[in-house]
């Protein structure tokens, strides 16, 4: 169909017009039709994996003055405070006597129930499947294994701001098929911060080596 000049350009502005009222509907109705708003999806913060535990509240106090050898206060340079510090120590011992107390006719979930609230639920989960690998325990009820878990601390090997690892040497009471023995083992025992409290973080034998800080 041939049009005139005065056809085409109706033809022309009506088409204007048509896509004009097109744009202004999808501009306005866009929105209103996403029913999967911002409120209904998680956000960055909620969806993301926690790092690792906090760091210090706030950084050490410092000393400005000048230093007294009778009257100095190390822990005014450190990121954990004397209580701070001897809680760590405290449960770094606990842990490895624990750790190292079990026998052949206990139930590997009370066993781990010991440890449950010295370690971070991540470190519990690793010591629950050790715990109940059916190899352990076929062999300490074989040998009807009994043993009494020690422990001393021995010195700090690293302070970070959000950990400290302590050395400590379990030792234990043994009795293994009737006959009494002993066994001694040095730890590199991690205590970190994990939320509000102080936990074990992480362990290895002393002579492995670990990475200190857990941030």
């Known amino acids: 169909m041939n049009l005139n000049d ?31 708003g911002a409120s209904d999806r998680p956000s960055a913060a909620a969806s993301t994996p926690s790092t690792g ?36 120590a405290d449960l770094a011992q606990r842990f490895v006597a624990a750790y190292g107390t079990y026998r052949f006719d206990e139930d590997p979930q009370v066993y781990i129930g010991r440890l449950s609230g010295l370690v971070t639920e991540a470190l519990r989960g690793e010591l629950a499947r050790g715990a109940a690998a059916p190899g352990i325990q076929d062999e300490r009820r074989r040998e009807q294994v009994v043993a009494q878990g020690a422990a001393t601390l021995d010195r700090v090997r690293d302070i970070e701001d959000n950990s400290i690892i302590f050395l400590v040497t379990g030792k234990q009471q043994l009795t293994r098929a009737g006959k009494n023995g002993g ?5 590199a025992v991690t205590i970190a911060r994990d939320g509000g409290s102080l936990k074990v973080y992480a362990f290895q034998p002393a002579d492995t080596g670990q990475a200190g800080d857990t941030g």
């Not at 088409?15 to 866009?30: K, P, R, W």
């Not at 066994?183 to 730890?187: C, N, R």
């Open 6 to 36: 005065r056809q085409r350009k109706l033809l022309f502005g009506g088409l204007v017009v048509v896509l004009a009222l097109v744009g202004v509907y999808l501009t306005i109705a866009a929105p209103g039709d996403d029913s999967g």
């Open 183 to 187: 066994d001694s083992k040095q730890w």
């Open 53 to 88: 535990p906090t760091g210090p509240a706030s950084p050490p106090a410092g000393i400005q003055s000048a230093v007294n050898p009778n009257d100095f206060d190390v822990y005014r340079l450190l990121p954990f405070s004397r209580q701070e510090f001897a809680t760590a």
